[in-house]
Protein backbone atom coordinates (compact mmCIF):
# COMPACT_ATOMS: atom_id res chain seq x y z
CA UNK A 1 0.00 0.00 0.00
CA UNK A 2 2.80 2.36 0.80
CA UNK A 3 4.48 1.89 -2.62
CA UNK A 4 1.07 2.13 -4.07
CA UNK A 5 1.33 5.55 -1.91
CA UNK A 6 3.99 6.75 -2.84
CA UNK A 7 3.99 5.84 -6.69
CA UNK A 8 0.40 8.20 -7.00
CA UNK A 9 2.65 11.09 -4.65
CA UNK A 10 5.71 11.38 -7.01
CA UNK A 11 5.07 14.45 -8.28
CA UNK A 12 4.58 16.03 -4.76
CA UNK A 13 8.03 15.04 -3.63
CA UNK A 14 9.85 17.44 -5.88
CA UNK A 15 11.03 20.50 -4.50
CA UNK A 16 8.97 23.28 -5.51
CA UNK A 17 7.11 26.47 -4.33
CA UNK A 18 9.87 28.16 -2.80
CA UNK A 19 9.46 31.34 -4.93
CA UNK A 20 12.66 32.50 -6.42
CA UNK A 21 14.57 29.68 -4.68
CA UNK A 22 17.64 27.49 -6.36
CA UNK A 23 16.62 24.15 -7.12
CA UNK A 24 17.82 21.90 -5.06
CA UNK A 25 19.88 18.92 -5.87
CA UNK A 26 17.94 15.59 -6.31
CA UNK A 27 18.73 13.31 -3.28
CA UNK A 28 19.32 9.63 -4.15
CA UNK A 29 18.69 7.44 -1.58
CA UNK A 30 21.65 4.91 -0.72
CA UNK A 31 19.21 2.35 -0.43
CA UNK A 32 15.89 1.34 -2.30
CA UNK A 33 13.29 -0.60 -0.16
CA UNK A 34 12.74 -1.20 3.18
CA UNK A 35 16.33 -1.27 4.70
CA UNK A 36 17.47 -4.61 7.16
CA UNK A 37 18.81 -3.12 10.32
CA UNK A 38 21.78 -5.78 10.05
CA UNK A 39 22.93 -4.41 6.82
CA UNK A 40 23.58 -0.82 7.80
CA UNK A 41 27.08 0.26 9.09
CA UNK A 42 27.14 4.42 7.88
CA UNK A 43 30.94 4.22 8.16
CA UNK A 44 31.11 6.61 11.03
CA UNK A 45 29.00 9.25 9.40
CA UNK A 46 27.44 12.02 11.50
CA UNK A 47 24.11 12.82 11.41
CA UNK A 48 22.73 15.95 13.02
CA UNK A 49 19.28 17.00 14.49
CA UNK A 50 18.97 20.19 14.67
CA UNK A 51 16.47 20.81 17.60
CA UNK A 52 14.85 24.23 19.26
CA UNK A 53 15.78 24.71 23.14
CA UNK A 54 12.38 25.46 24.77
CA UNK A 55 12.30 26.29 28.32
CA UNK A 56 8.20 26.14 28.58
CA UNK A 57 9.00 22.55 27.36
CA UNK A 58 12.31 21.11 28.64
CA UNK A 59 15.71 23.06 28.07
CA UNK A 60 19.48 23.11 26.01
CA UNK A 61 20.97 20.11 27.59
CA UNK A 62 17.93 17.55 27.49
CA UNK A 63 18.20 14.98 25.61
CA UNK A 64 14.99 14.44 23.09
CA UNK A 65 13.49 16.26 25.06
CA UNK A 66 13.83 14.77 28.74
CA UNK A 67 15.45 16.45 31.73
CA UNK A 68 19.16 15.26 32.04
CA UNK A 69 19.78 13.00 34.99
CA UNK A 70 16.21 11.79 34.90
CA UNK A 71 14.42 8.02 34.22
CA UNK A 72 13.33 9.18 31.18
CA UNK A 73 16.48 11.64 30.16
CA UNK A 74 18.68 8.24 30.87
CA UNK A 75 17.01 5.94 29.02
CA UNK A 76 16.95 8.82 25.99
CA UNK A 77 20.32 9.15 26.42
CA UNK A 78 21.16 5.31 26.08
CA UNK A 79 19.25 5.12 23.10
CA UNK A 80 21.60 7.48 21.38
CA UNK A 81 24.25 5.63 22.22
CA UNK A 82 22.40 2.45 21.24
CA UNK A 83 21.66 3.68 18.24
CA UNK A 84 25.29 4.86 17.00
CA UNK A 85 26.37 1.27 17.78
CA UNK A 86 24.15 -0.81 15.99
CA UNK A 87 24.76 1.44 12.96
CA UNK A 88 27.95 2.88 13.39
CA UNK A 89 27.41 6.62 13.65
CA UNK A 90 27.35 9.80 15.22
CA UNK A 91 24.57 11.75 16.00
CA UNK A 92 25.22 15.51 16.82
CA UNK A 93 22.36 17.53 18.23
CA UNK A 94 22.46 21.01 17.36
CA UNK A 95 20.51 22.80 19.60
CA UNK A 96 19.74 26.31 17.72
CA UNK A 97 16.69 28.77 17.06
CA UNK A 98 14.86 28.33 14.48
CA UNK A 99 15.93 24.67 13.00
CA UNK A 100 12.92 24.61 10.76
CA UNK A 101 13.88 28.30 9.43
CA UNK A 102 17.31 27.24 8.80
CA UNK A 103 16.74 23.97 6.85
CA UNK A 104 13.99 26.12 4.77
CA UNK A 105 17.40 28.34 4.28
CA UNK A 106 19.33 25.72 3.41
CA UNK A 107 16.71 24.04 0.79
CA UNK A 108 16.54 27.42 -0.62
CA UNK A 109 20.43 27.46 -1.65
CA UNK A 110 20.48 23.56 -1.81
CA UNK A 111 23.13 22.86 0.37
CA UNK A 112 22.90 20.52 3.42
CA UNK A 113 22.72 21.55 7.03
CA UNK A 114 20.55 18.54 9.14
CA UNK A 115 19.49 15.08 8.57
CA UNK A 116 16.15 15.91 10.78
CA UNK A 117 14.77 18.86 12.94
CA UNK A 118 12.60 18.92 15.96
CA UNK A 119 10.46 22.12 16.52
CA UNK A 120 7.19 23.14 17.36
CA UNK A 121 4.35 22.89 14.47
CA UNK A 122 3.67 26.38 15.10
CA UNK A 123 6.98 27.63 13.52
CA UNK A 124 7.36 25.29 10.99
CA UNK A 125 3.64 25.11 9.18
CA UNK A 126 4.99 28.03 6.50
CA UNK A 127 8.02 26.24 5.77
CA UNK A 128 6.87 22.79 5.37
CA UNK A 129 4.40 24.25 2.86
CA UNK A 130 6.98 25.74 0.90
CA UNK A 131 8.15 21.48 0.06
CA UNK A 132 11.27 22.50 2.71
CA UNK A 133 10.86 18.92 4.12
CA UNK A 134 10.25 15.67 2.51
CA UNK A 135 6.81 14.22 2.04
CA UNK A 136 6.75 11.35 4.59
CA UNK A 137 4.75 9.52 2.99
CA UNK A 138 7.12 9.07 -0.14
CA UNK A 139 9.69 7.62 2.61
CA UNK A 140 9.89 3.25 3.27
CA UNK A 141 11.79 3.60 5.98
CA UNK A 142 9.15 4.42 8.30
CA UNK A 143 5.36 4.20 8.54
CA UNK A 144 3.81 7.65 8.61
CA UNK A 145 0.51 5.91 9.21
CA UNK A 146 1.29 4.69 12.52
CA UNK A 147 -0.05 6.58 15.25
CA UNK A 148 1.09 4.35 17.56
CA UNK A 149 4.31 5.38 17.47
CA UNK A 150 3.97 9.26 15.31
CA UNK A 151 0.27 10.49 16.90
CA UNK A 152 -2.79 10.74 16.44
CA UNK A 153 -3.73 12.26 12.96
CA UNK A 154 -5.77 14.75 14.41
CA UNK A 155 -2.77 15.62 16.31
CA UNK A 156 -0.88 15.81 13.18
CA UNK A 157 -3.38 18.00 10.36
CA UNK A 158 -0.90 21.65 11.10
CA UNK A 159 1.96 18.92 9.58
CA UNK A 160 -0.38 18.15 6.03
CA UNK A 161 -0.44 19.88 3.42
CA UNK A 162 -1.56 19.09 -0.65
CA UNK A 163 -1.74 15.98 -0.21
CA UNK A 164 1.54 15.57 1.83
CA UNK A 165 2.67 14.78 5.09
CA UNK A 166 5.37 16.36 6.84
CA UNK A 167 5.89 15.72 10.32
CA UNK A 168 5.85 12.98 12.83
CA UNK A 169 5.67 13.16 16.32
CA UNK A 170 7.53 11.09 18.87
CA UNK A 171 3.96 9.01 20.88
CA UNK A 172 6.02 6.22 21.83
CA UNK A 173 8.23 8.24 24.28
CA UNK A 174 6.21 8.79 27.38
CA UNK A 175 4.93 12.22 27.75
CA UNK A 176 5.66 13.97 24.76
CA UNK A 177 2.45 14.38 22.60
CA UNK A 178 0.32 15.61 26.14
CA UNK A 179 2.26 18.71 26.60
CA UNK A 180 0.81 20.04 23.17
CA UNK A 181 -2.74 20.35 23.91
CA UNK A 182 -3.48 24.04 24.73
CA UNK A 183 -5.47 23.79 27.80
CA UNK A 184 -7.87 20.99 30.37
CA UNK A 185 -9.47 21.60 33.74
CA UNK A 186 -7.04 20.85 36.84
CA UNK A 187 -8.35 20.67 40.10
CA UNK A 188 -6.91 21.30 43.70
CA UNK A 189 -8.50 18.46 45.55
CA UNK A 190 -7.26 20.14 48.47
CA UNK A 191 -9.88 22.16 48.43
CA UNK A 192 -12.54 19.37 47.16
CA UNK A 193 -11.75 17.38 50.56
CA UNK A 194 -12.56 20.12 52.69
CA UNK A 195 -15.20 21.29 50.94
CA UNK A 196 -16.44 17.75 50.76
CA UNK A 197 -18.11 18.02 47.41
CA UNK A 198 -18.38 15.57 44.81
CA UNK A 199 -14.59 15.64 42.79
CA UNK A 200 -15.64 16.31 39.18
CA UNK A 201 -13.57 13.20 38.32
CA UNK A 202 -16.04 11.32 39.52
CA UNK A 203 -18.84 13.19 37.51
CA UNK A 204 -16.80 12.53 34.32
CA UNK A 205 -15.82 8.36 35.22
CA UNK A 206 -19.73 8.36 35.65
CA UNK A 207 -20.10 10.19 32.15
CA UNK A 208 -22.18 12.67 33.41
CA UNK A 209 -19.50 15.71 33.05
CA UNK A 210 -21.92 17.68 31.01
CA UNK A 211 -23.33 21.39 31.64
CA UNK A 212 -25.57 21.00 34.32
CA UNK A 213 -22.69 19.40 36.48
CA UNK A 214 -20.20 22.00 35.49
CA UNK A 215 -22.48 24.88 36.51
CA UNK A 216 -23.75 22.80 39.59
CA UNK A 217 -19.36 23.27 40.32
CA UNK A 218 -19.68 26.85 39.69
CA UNK A 219 -21.97 27.78 42.51
CA UNK A 220 -20.83 25.05 45.29
CA UNK A 221 -17.36 25.44 45.10
CA UNK A 222 -16.51 28.59 45.67
CA UNK A 223 -15.21 29.82 49.13
CA UNK A 224 -13.00 31.55 52.02
CA UNK A 225 -10.04 29.62 52.31
CA UNK A 226 -8.66 29.52 56.03
CA UNK A 227 -6.77 32.71 54.97
CA UNK A 228 -9.99 34.53 54.83
CA UNK A 229 -9.31 34.83 51.06
CA UNK A 230 -11.48 34.35 48.15
CA UNK A 231 -11.26 31.24 46.48
CA UNK A 232 -13.24 31.06 43.07
CA UNK A 233 -15.09 27.93 41.90
CA UNK A 234 -13.41 27.66 38.57
CA UNK A 235 -10.45 30.14 36.07
CA UNK A 236 -10.59 30.14 32.33
CA UNK A 237 -9.73 31.63 29.66
CA UNK A 238 -12.47 33.25 27.67
CA UNK A 239 -10.74 32.22 24.86
CA UNK A 240 -9.77 28.66 25.12
CA UNK A 241 -12.80 27.47 27.06
CA UNK A 242 -14.89 28.68 24.43
CA UNK A 243 -13.52 27.38 21.71
CA UNK A 244 -13.58 23.55 23.35
CA UNK A 245 -17.13 24.35 24.80
CA UNK A 246 -18.03 24.61 21.20
CA UNK A 247 -16.16 21.44 19.53
CA UNK A 248 -17.31 19.43 23.01
CA UNK A 249 -20.65 20.05 22.09
CA UNK A 250 -20.82 17.83 18.64
CA UNK A 251 -18.59 19.85 16.62
CA UNK A 252 -15.16 18.88 14.97
CA UNK A 253 -12.98 22.34 13.50
CA UNK A 254 -13.43 21.61 10.07
CA UNK A 255 -15.92 19.13 8.30
CA UNK A 256 -15.62 18.14 4.43
CA UNK A 257 -18.74 16.49 2.15
CA UNK A 258 -18.17 14.27 -0.78
CA UNK A 259 -18.06 17.51 -3.17
CA UNK A 260 -15.53 19.26 -1.47
CA UNK A 261 -17.69 22.04 0.44
CA UNK A 262 -16.69 22.16 3.98
CA UNK A 263 -18.02 23.47 7.27
CA UNK A 264 -16.47 25.69 9.77
CA UNK A 265 -17.64 23.88 13.57
CA UNK A 266 -17.04 27.53 15.22
CA UNK A 267 -19.83 29.10 13.11
CA UNK A 268 -22.34 26.15 13.73
CA UNK A 269 -25.97 26.62 15.73
CA UNK A 270 -24.61 23.47 18.38
CA UNK A 271 -21.25 26.31 18.59
CA UNK A 272 -23.34 29.20 18.94
CA UNK A 273 -25.35 27.30 21.91
CA UNK A 274 -22.11 26.76 23.61
CA UNK A 275 -21.13 30.41 23.17
CA UNK A 276 -24.31 31.77 24.77
CA UNK A 277 -24.55 29.18 27.39
CA UNK A 278 -20.48 30.44 28.14
CA UNK A 279 -21.28 33.99 28.01
CA UNK A 280 -24.50 33.23 30.73
CA UNK A 281 -21.81 31.68 32.97
CA UNK A 282 -19.13 34.43 32.60
CA UNK A 283 -21.85 37.64 33.03
CA UNK A 284 -24.65 35.74 34.68
CA UNK A 285 -25.35 34.87 38.04
CA UNK A 286 -22.29 32.46 38.40
CA UNK A 287 -19.86 35.55 37.44
CA UNK A 288 -18.47 35.56 40.70
CA UNK A 289 -17.50 32.04 40.66
CA UNK A 290 -16.05 31.98 37.57
CA UNK A 291 -12.37 34.24 37.26
CA UNK A 292 -10.95 35.49 33.59
CA UNK A 293 -7.31 35.19 35.28
CA UNK A 294 -6.05 31.61 35.01
CA UNK A 295 -2.50 31.97 35.44
CA UNK A 296 -0.70 29.53 37.03
CA UNK A 297 0.57 31.40 39.49
CA UNK A 298 -2.71 31.94 40.58
CA UNK A 299 -4.00 28.45 41.13
CA UNK A 300 -0.90 27.50 42.82
CA UNK A 301 -1.74 30.26 45.38
CA UNK A 302 -4.98 29.17 45.58
CA UNK A 303 -7.14 31.19 43.97
CA UNK A 304 -9.85 28.48 42.64
CA UNK A 305 -10.52 25.08 42.63
CA UNK A 306 -10.64 24.56 39.29
CA UNK A 307 -8.54 26.14 36.39
CA UNK A 308 -8.94 25.23 32.82
CA UNK A 309 -4.95 26.19 31.47
CA UNK A 310 -2.56 24.57 29.45
CA UNK A 311 -1.66 21.22 29.54
CA UNK A 312 1.74 21.76 29.59
CA UNK A 313 1.84 23.60 33.20
CA UNK A 314 1.03 20.42 34.71
CA UNK A 315 3.86 18.11 34.01
CA UNK A 316 6.47 19.16 31.64
CA UNK A 317 8.87 21.75 33.93
CA UNK A 318 10.21 22.07 36.83
CA UNK A 319 7.95 24.98 37.37
CA UNK A 320 4.69 22.60 36.40
CA UNK A 321 1.80 22.04 38.38
CA UNK A 322 3.54 18.51 39.16
CA UNK A 323 6.59 20.15 41.15
CA UNK A 324 4.49 22.52 43.17
CA UNK A 325 0.91 20.35 44.30
CA UNK A 326 0.70 17.07 45.61
CA UNK A 327 -3.17 16.34 45.25
CA UNK A 328 -4.27 17.57 42.12
CA UNK A 329 -6.20 15.88 39.41
CA UNK A 330 -7.37 16.83 35.27
CA UNK A 331 -10.35 16.74 33.66
CA UNK A 332 -11.88 17.66 30.11
CA UNK A 333 -14.31 20.37 29.54
CA UNK A 334 -17.81 19.74 30.04
CA UNK A 335 -19.63 17.88 26.76
CA UNK A 336 -22.75 20.02 25.71
CA UNK A 337 -26.40 18.66 25.16
CA UNK A 338 -25.86 18.32 21.33
CA UNK A 339 -22.32 16.03 21.93
CA UNK A 340 -22.72 12.76 20.96
CA UNK A 341 -22.38 11.70 24.45
CA UNK A 342 -19.53 11.86 27.58
CA UNK A 343 -16.70 11.14 25.56
CA UNK A 344 -17.53 14.00 22.91
CA UNK A 345 -15.17 16.06 24.76
CA UNK A 346 -12.38 18.45 22.82
CA UNK A 347 -9.39 20.02 23.89
CA UNK A 348 -7.18 21.96 21.01
CA UNK A 349 -3.29 22.42 20.21
CA UNK A 350 -2.04 25.19 18.65
CA UNK A 351 1.34 23.97 17.50
CA UNK A 352 2.68 19.90 17.89
CA UNK A 353 5.66 20.46 20.04
CA UNK A 354 8.46 17.98 19.41
CA UNK A 355 7.33 17.63 15.81
CA UNK A 356 10.13 15.90 13.56
CA UNK A 357 10.77 16.96 10.04
CA UNK A 358 13.43 15.50 7.17
CA UNK A 359 14.97 18.62 5.30
CA UNK A 360 14.70 17.78 1.51
CA UNK A 361 18.61 18.56 1.79
CA UNK A 362 19.11 15.84 4.34
CA UNK A 363 22.09 13.90 3.01
CA UNK A 364 20.09 10.60 2.80
CA UNK A 365 16.57 10.39 3.64
CA UNK A 366 16.17 6.51 3.49
CA UNK A 367 19.00 6.70 6.23
CA UNK A 368 17.56 10.16 8.19
CA UNK A 369 14.03 8.20 8.46
CA UNK A 370 15.49 4.60 9.52
CA UNK A 371 17.37 6.21 11.95
CA UNK A 372 14.51 8.08 13.19
CA UNK A 373 12.45 4.80 13.03
CA UNK A 374 14.95 3.13 15.39
CA UNK A 375 15.73 6.27 17.79
CA UNK A 376 11.71 6.89 19.04
CA UNK A 377 10.88 2.99 19.74
CA UNK A 378 9.26 2.56 22.57
CA UNK A 379 12.11 2.89 25.85
CA UNK A 380 12.75 -0.28 27.66
CA UNK A 381 10.30 -0.79 30.30
CA UNK A 382 7.94 1.15 28.57
CA UNK A 383 6.69 -0.50 25.16
CA UNK A 384 2.66 -0.73 26.54
CA UNK A 385 0.79 2.41 27.76
CA UNK A 386 0.27 0.06 30.78
CA UNK A 387 3.99 0.64 31.65
CA UNK A 388 3.44 4.81 30.95
CA UNK A 389 0.14 4.62 33.26
CA UNK A 390 1.79 3.15 36.14
CA UNK A 391 4.61 5.83 35.72
CA UNK A 392 2.42 8.12 36.10
CA UNK A 393 0.71 7.37 38.55
CA UNK A 394 3.66 6.86 40.65
CA UNK A 395 5.58 9.75 39.62
CA UNK A 396 2.78 12.45 39.29
CA UNK A 397 -1.08 11.56 39.92
CA UNK A 398 -2.36 10.37 43.49
CA UNK A 399 -5.23 8.90 41.16
CA UNK A 400 -4.62 6.32 38.07
CA UNK A 401 -7.99 8.17 36.80
CA UNK A 402 -6.00 11.19 35.90
CA UNK A 403 -2.96 9.47 33.84
CA UNK A 404 -5.65 7.81 32.05
CA UNK A 405 -7.02 10.58 31.26
CA UNK A 406 -3.74 12.15 30.18
CA UNK A 407 -3.32 9.81 27.63
CA UNK A 408 -6.82 9.66 26.49
CA UNK A 409 -6.98 13.22 25.23
CA UNK A 410 -4.00 12.67 23.06
CA UNK A 411 -5.88 9.78 21.20
CA UNK A 412 -9.00 8.76 19.28
CA UNK A 413 -11.12 12.84 18.07
CA UNK A 414 -10.16 14.17 21.03
CA UNK A 415 -7.39 16.89 20.10
CA UNK A 416 -8.27 19.27 17.06
CA UNK A 417 -6.13 21.91 15.46
CA UNK A 418 -6.31 25.16 15.95
CA UNK A 419 -5.08 27.68 13.88
CA UNK A 420 -3.82 30.15 15.93
CA UNK A 421 -2.28 32.15 12.73
CA UNK A 422 -4.53 33.77 10.66
CA UNK A 423 -7.42 35.21 12.81
CA UNK A 424 -9.32 32.85 14.82
CA UNK A 425 -9.42 34.93 18.18
CA UNK A 426 -12.73 35.97 18.57
CA UNK A 427 -14.08 34.69 21.45
CA UNK A 428 -12.93 36.98 24.00
CA UNK A 429 -14.86 39.60 22.12
CA UNK A 430 -18.00 37.17 22.82
CA UNK A 431 -17.91 37.95 26.45
CA UNK A 432 -17.55 41.26 26.23
CA UNK A 433 -19.97 42.21 23.40
CA UNK A 434 -21.92 39.41 22.74
CA UNK A 435 -22.74 36.49 20.94
CA UNK A 436 -24.86 37.62 18.16
CA UNK A 437 -22.40 40.74 17.00
CA UNK A 438 -19.51 39.10 17.03
CA UNK A 439 -20.49 36.02 14.94
CA UNK A 440 -21.84 38.15 12.76
CA UNK A 441 -18.95 40.15 12.17
CA UNK A 442 -16.37 37.00 12.27
CA UNK A 443 -18.01 34.13 9.95
CA UNK A 444 -17.30 35.73 6.07
CA UNK A 445 -13.34 36.14 7.23
CA UNK A 446 -12.62 33.29 9.12
CA UNK A 447 -14.51 31.12 6.56
CA UNK A 448 -11.97 32.75 3.79
CA UNK A 449 -9.14 32.56 6.07
CA UNK A 450 -10.01 28.66 6.92
CA UNK A 451 -10.87 27.55 3.17
CA UNK A 452 -7.52 29.57 2.20
CA UNK A 453 -5.14 28.70 5.27
CA UNK A 454 -6.59 24.94 6.31
CA UNK A 455 -8.56 23.00 4.06
CA UNK A 456 -5.96 21.59 2.09
CA UNK A 457 -4.73 20.59 5.39
CA UNK A 458 -7.89 18.57 6.29
CA UNK A 459 -8.28 17.13 3.11
CA UNK A 460 -5.11 15.54 3.01
CA UNK A 461 -6.08 13.99 6.28
CA UNK A 462 -9.66 12.98 5.06
CA UNK A 463 -7.49 11.38 2.26
CA UNK A 464 -5.16 9.08 3.76
CA UNK A 465 -7.69 8.70 6.62
CA UNK A 466 -8.51 4.93 6.16
CA UNK A 467 -4.49 4.13 6.05
CA UNK A 468 -4.00 5.68 9.62
CA UNK A 469 -3.96 2.48 12.23
CA UNK A 470 -2.82 1.73 15.64
Known amino acids: MRKILSAMLCAVMLFTCISCAAEAPEIVPEYNGKVSDE ?13 EPNAAIENEGSTLGYIPNTEFGDLASQRIKDVEKAYNCNIEFNYVSGPGERAYNSAIAGTYIYDFINQGSFSLINYMRANAFQDLTAVENLDVFDETKWGNKNMRISTMWDGSI ?16 DEI ?13 TDPRDYYENGVWDWEHFEYCLYNYAHTNSAN ?6 AASTGGFLRDLAMANGNE ?7 GDFELGYFTPSAIEAYHQAYEWFNGATASYLNRD ?15 I ?12 AYHMDNYGIIPVPYGPSAEGPMDFKSSYSSAQYTIAIPITAKDIEISALVLDTIYEPFEGYETEADVLEYLSDNYFRDERDAAFLLEMTKNDHAFYHDHLHGFTFWSEIIDSGVTKVVESKEESLYAAAEKYDLSAYATMKQYEEYFHE
Do not use: C, K, W
Open 294 to 308: YSLETFLAGGSVLVY
Open 229 to 234: EYVYSA
Open 39 to 51: AIDLGGRTLIMGM
Open 253 to 259: FMTIDEN
Open 185 to 197: FVINENYIAQLLE
Open 166 to 181: FGILPAAHPMRLSNSL
Open 310 to 321: ASGHVLSTTNAI
